[in-house]
Every structure is written in C-alpha cells, then in structure tokens.
C-alpha cells in the first residue's frame, strides 16, 4: 500500500449554502448553521442551514402545490424529457464545481467523483427518454360492450432521504426517474454531504423545472428526516440509508398515511470465486470490490467465498495487488482510496478491525488507520480463514475490510452466499457457462455481476432482496416504481339496466 500527498486546493473560508424552496435558495437566518469538517483534511469547508419542522412543511406544502395544479406531471412526456436533457447539459458545464465540493465534504478520490457525476449526466439523459416512452396498457379484448384503458400517473409528492457514501450518484439514480414520472421532490440529504443536492436543485431551476418541484431540506436525520417520513402529504417516500433508520421510516410509514416506500439498505455482498475464473482477474475485481469507495459502499464485495483449491493463490494475488492501492488525499488526482467519510463510521470500521482479530480470523495484510498527518484514514485489510458464524463475515461493516472464506462444491459455495441477512448484490467468477448462470439463479441478490463487479449504468434497475430493501431505481422499473396504476373500465353503448 503507498501513500500520496500533493498540495491542496482547500477553500480559504467555507462556503455557505442555503436550502432550496420553492424555486429559491433560503439563507438560514436565525436557524443553526453546520460547519462540515473536510474528512481528508481537518478543514472548515461548507456550512449549511439545519432546518426546522416549519421547513419541513413549508417545503412539503411547496412540493403539494406543485404536484396538485399539474404545472409538472400535465406537461407532456416531451416537455419533462427537454427540462431533463437541460439540466444534463448544465451539470456537465458545472462538473467541476459539483466534484470538488463533494470531494470536500466526503472525502471521496476526486478522480472517483468525476466518474460518478460523468455517470449521472447519462442518468438525466436516458430518463428524458423514458419520460416520452413511459405508458400504460390497454384490454380490447373485454368483448363489444367494453373497453380497458390502464393508465399509470405520478404518485405525488416524494420525500427522498440520501445517505453520505454517494450524495450525488444516489440522488442521480433517483431523482431524474422521479421527475420523469412526473412526482414533486422534497430531498433530504446527509448532514454531512449536502452540497451537490444543493447545487442540483439550483441547476434544475436554471433548466426550467417549474418551482416547487424540487424542494431540498437541510439537516440532521433525527428532526428534518423525521419529520419527512412522518408527514401526512408525502405520498411515496425513497429512503437509503441503514437498516435500523429503514425499520423506523416503515413504522413512521405505518403510523401515519402508509405512504409508499422505496428502501436501499445495506448489504454483506458476496464475491463468489471458482477455480475455472481467471483468478488474475478476479483478484482485480475483489481488490475494486472492497477498496472503491474505501469500502462504504452498499454493493461493496465483502465477502470473498473463493473454492478452496485456488485459495491460497488469489489470496497472493490479492495481497499483491493491495499493497499497490494508493490511499491518500482525495484531492490528489492519483488517490483510488480517500478518507472515512464519518468519525463514528471510522470508530465502527476499526471496531471490526480488532473483532476480526479476537474471533480468531487471520490477518493476511493491513494495518488499519494510517496516520497521514491529516484527516481519516484506513488502509485496506483481509482477513483470511474467517466462518460465518464471525460478526466479520455477518455485519455490514461499511469499510476496507475483506474477509475471506473456503468452499469445495457449488451448493457450498450458494449456501455460504445465501448465508446473509442481506441481498444487495453478488458477483460471479468463473469461465463455465453452467457454474455461473447456476450460482447467478441460486444467489439471492438485486444486482449481480458475472466475471466483473460493480459496474452499472442507467438502464439497469437497483435493490435489494430480503433485509436489503424494498422496490427498485433506475431504468424504466425506477420510473414505474414512482407511479400508481389506474383502471379505467368505458362501456361501449347502451347500457345493459340493473333495475327493470
Ligand atoms: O446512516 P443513516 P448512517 C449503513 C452503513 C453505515 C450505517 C450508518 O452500514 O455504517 O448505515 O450510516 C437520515 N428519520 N449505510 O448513520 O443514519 C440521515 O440524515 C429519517 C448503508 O449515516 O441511516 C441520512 O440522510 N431520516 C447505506 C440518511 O438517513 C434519518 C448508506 C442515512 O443515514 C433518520 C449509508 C431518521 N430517524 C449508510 N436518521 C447504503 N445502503 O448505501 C437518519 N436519517
């Protein structure tokens, strides 16, 4: 493992945002402002607004207004798509400007960042497509005397709660699926990572979105993101975030109006390796698999389940190749591993580190936190000859943190991969053609990758089985996902009377 350091180019005083209603950005006033503390650097970067309840609402009621006189979903399917193809073309023009605030406050590599806001450019160009193409079906076969028309139509107003790991590729993968369908958004994104939200909502306003469409609460998860989950006139709310905060978003759900739900929650992903893979490959792939995004990341391959004949070689393969990962400043254009986004996420990680340790796995590389004399680090670490009864091998731990165990036949191989709480995503490694659609059927999981992993684009659906969420984003199943179904029953002719 090498460390970088390069000069930086911090900002001499934080920048301050305000939160978005309405169509305008609102300065905070005589609310609270937060100071977010860049995670690779110990610096001041942004402060932000912690709304209030009364935000909330007046965000919500914003949102309502929006949704009820029809100023976005009576736009035709070509008008949605022209706004969405406008705010493509203005994020590309302000790239840089997202990247480096996002790179700031998270801690993410800057070159990472790039490629992800590259990716949501594509997210807002393929939704303008399906915003022209989403439809409904028809039944002309309910004999002379009737016709069926089944129309799909925005739910309304959805609350969208973000986690800190992807601010702006989560948010992308949501929102431009949302406003296609044609449902007003009040966003509620980290505390921690607020900024590209911010900036987002400013760009869609510059692209046309109608006012109120777009609403962005600021704030702590605890009161704003509360409150959202609990309000009466959010009809659909998308939640990413743990599991312990999806568990109380469904049980605010079910308190109030059973608003609809999508949920993203975590994820204890497998990475099944079979000895016909090309193991070379394969230790690339698990390598990109733990270390992308230091690892806090839902679909990270954390598990490696790898046949025991070639595991003593891929392990080789793989401490080789970490020990070339280069951890280092975000900023730095060559860093592939930047900081722990959270001091509390950066505590659970190193908690692992040492559980690992005491529940008897064997530590095959790694040192954990590094000391770059500046911000939170940890290098990446795997532990071999881990069992699934360790909390290593179980818990999501959201960090570098590999373990690695051994199997002899396929249906072990499914079992230990199957053997989860969670069902995010899953990958395949192996050269037949029958090991790997078998392992791809039998492996529960939303997203699965064959000789490959953590690759994706916008036409692909996202989430989870079993304790991995609920309903999917992205592609035309992330548009439907925000629509309800309507069925509409026309006699044809005179009708046949019921009372004589
Ligand atoms: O998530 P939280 P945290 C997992 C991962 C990580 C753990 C904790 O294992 O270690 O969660 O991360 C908002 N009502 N994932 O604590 O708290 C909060 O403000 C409504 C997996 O950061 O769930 C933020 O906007 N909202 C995951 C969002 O929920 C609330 C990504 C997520 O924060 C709330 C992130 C409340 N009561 C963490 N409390 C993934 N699937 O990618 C908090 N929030």
Same mark, same amino acid.
């Given at each position: 493992?090498?460390?970088?350091?390069?000069?930086?180019?911090?900002?001499?005083?934080?920048?301050?945002?305000?939160?978005?209603?309405?169509?305008?950005?609102?300065?905070?006033?005589?609310?609270?402002?937060?100071?977010?503390?860049?995670?690779?650097?110990?610096?001041?970067?942004?402060?932000?607004?912690?709304?209030?309840?009364?935000?909330?609402?007046?965000?919500?009621?914003?949102?309502?207004?929006?949704?009820?006189?029809?100023?976005?979903?009576?736009?035709?399917?070509?008008?949605?798509?022209?706004?969405?193809?406008?705010?493509?073309?203005?994020?590309?023009?302000?790239?840089?400007?997202?990247?480096?605030?996002?790179?700031?406050?998270?801690?993410?590599?800057?070159?990472?960042?790039?490629?992800?806001?590259?990716?949501?450019?594509?997210?807002?160009?393929?939704?303008?497509?399906?915003?022209?193409?989403?439809?409904?079906?028809?039944?002309?076969?309910?004999?002379?005397?009737?016709?069926?028309?089944?129309?799909?139509?925005?739910?309304?107003?959805?609350?969208?709660?973000?986690?800190?790991?992807?601010?702006?590729?989560?948010?992308?993968?949501?929102?431009?699926?949302?406003?296609?369908?044609?449902?007003?958004?009040?966003?509620?994104?980290?505390?921690?990572?607020?900024?590209?939200?911010?900036?987002?909502?400013?760009?869609?306003?510059? !692209?046309? #979105?109608? /006012?109120?469409?777009?609403? +962005? *609460?600021? @704030?702590?998860?605890?009161?704003? %993101? =509360?409150?959202?989950?609990?309000?009466?006139?959010?009809?659909?709310?998308?939640?990413?975030?743990?599991?312990?905060?999806?568990?109380?978003?469904?049980?605010?759900?079910?308190?109030?109006?059973?608003?609809?739900?999508?949920?993203?929650?975590?994820?204890?992903?497998?990475?099944?390796?079979?000895?016909? !893979?090309? #193991?070379? /490959?394969?230790?690339?792939? +698990? *390598?990109? @698999?733990?270390?992308?995004?230091? %690892? =806090?990341?839902?679909?990270?391959?954390?598990?490696?389940?790898?046949?025991?004949?070639?595991?003593?070689?891929?392990?080789?393969?793989?401490?080789?190749?970490?020990?070339?990962?280069?951890?280092?400043?975000?900023?730095?254009?060559?860093?592939?591993?930047?900081?722990?986004?959270?001091?509390?996420?950066?505590?659970?990680?190193?908690?692992?580190?040492?559980?690992?340790?005491?529940?008897?796995?064997?530590?095959?590389?790694?040192?954990?936190?590094?000391?770059?004399?500046?911000?939170?680090?940890?290098?990446?670490?795997?532990?071999?000859?881990?069992?699934?009864?360790?909390?290593?091998?179980?818990?999501?731990?959201?960090?570098?943190?590999?373990?690695?165990?051994?199997?002899?036949?396929?249906?072990?191989?499914?079992?230990?991969?199957?053997?989860?709480?969670?069902?995010?995503?899953?990958?395949?490694?192996?050269?037949?053609?029958?090991?790997?659609?078998?392992?791809?059927?039998?492996?529960?999981?939303?997203?699965?990758?064959?000789?490959?992993?953590?690759?994706?684009?916008?036409?692909?659906?996202?989430?989870?089985?079993?304790?991995?969420?609920?309903?999917?984003?992205?592609?035309?199943?992330?548009?439907?996902?925000?629509?309800?179904?309507?069925?509409?029953?026309?006699?044809?002719?005179?009708?046949?009377?019921?009372?004589?």
């Amino acid at each position: 493992m090498t460390s970088s350091s390069t000069p930086n180019t911090l900002p001499k005083a934080p920048r301050e945002f305000g939160f978005w209603l309405n169509g305008q950005s609102v300065d905070a006033g005589t609310r609270d402002l937060n100071t977010r503390i860049s995670p690779g650097h110990d610096v001041a970067v942004t402060r932000i607004p912690r709304c209030t309840a009364e935000d909330v609402d007046a965000a919500v009621a914003s949102a309502k207004a929006a949704f009820d006189d029809r100023r976005w979903s009576g736009l035709s399917g070509a008008d949605r798509a022209a706004v969405l193809l406008k705010t493509a073309e203005l994020i590309r023009a302000r790239m840089e400007e997202i990247v480096y605030w996002e790179v700031v406050e998270s801690g993410k590599p800057i070159s990472q960042v790039r490629g992800e806001v590259g990716g949501c450019i594509g997210m807002f160009e393929y939704a303008s497509g399906l915003a022209r193409s989403l439809h409904g079906d028809s039944f002309n076969n309910l004999g002379d005397g009737m016709f069926g028309i089944v129309t799909r139509e925005p739910v309304g107003v959805v609350g969208l709660i973000t986690p800190w790991n992807f601010p702006f590729l989560i948010l992308c993968e949501r929102v431009p699926y949302i406003l296609a369908s044609g449902c007003t958004i009040v966003a509620k994104p980290s505390e921690f990572t607020s900024s590209s939200t911010l900036i987002l909502a400013e760009i869609l306003s510059e !692209a046309g #979105l109608p /006012d109120g469409v777009m609403n +962005v *609460v600021t @704030g702590p998860g605890s009161t704003v %993101g =509360q409150a959202l989950t609990e309000h009466q006139h959010v009809d659909m709310l998308s939640f990413t975030g743990s599991t312990n905060v999806g568990r109380s978003v469904v049980n605010a759900a079910g308190k109030t109006n059973f608003k609809k739900l999508g949920l993203e929650l975590g994820g204890k992903n497998p990475q099944v390796v079979f000895a016909d !893979a090309d #193991l070379d /490959d394969a230790a690339d792939g +698990v *390598v990109f @698999g733990i270390c992308f995004n230091t %690892g =806090q990341c839902c679909v990270s391959g954390s598990r490696l389940i790898v046949e025991r004949s070639v595991a003593d070689k891929l392990t080789a393969l793989i401490k080789e190749k970490m020990a070339k990962v280069r951890v280092g400043d975000p900023l730095d254009e060559a860093t592939q591993v930047g900081a722990i986004t959270t001091d509390a996420q950066k505590q659970t990680i190193l908690s692992y580190i040492e559980k690992g340790q005491a529940e008897g796995a064997d530590l095959v590389c790694g040192q954990g936190a590094l000391d770059l004399g500046m911000g939170s680090y940890i290098g990446p670490v795997v532990f071999g000859n881990v069992s699934a009864d360790m909390s290593i091998f179980r818990d999501e731990i959201f960090g570098p943190v590999l373990t690695i165990s051994t199997f002899d036949t396929l249906e072990e191989a499914i079992a230990l991969a199957n053997d989860t709480d969670y069902g995010l995503a899953a990958s395949v490694w192996s050269k037949n053609i029958d090991t790997a659609l078998q392992a791809t059927r039998q492996i529960k999981a939303g997203r699965f990758w064959v000789n490959t992993t953590l690759s994706g684009g916008p036409e692909l659906p996202l989430g989870g089985f079993k304790q991995s969420g609920w309903g999917r984003e992205a592609g035309i199943y992330g548009v439907e996902e925000y629509t309800q179904i309507k069925s509409v029953h026309v006699e044809i002719g005179k009708r046949n009377h019921w009372v004589e």
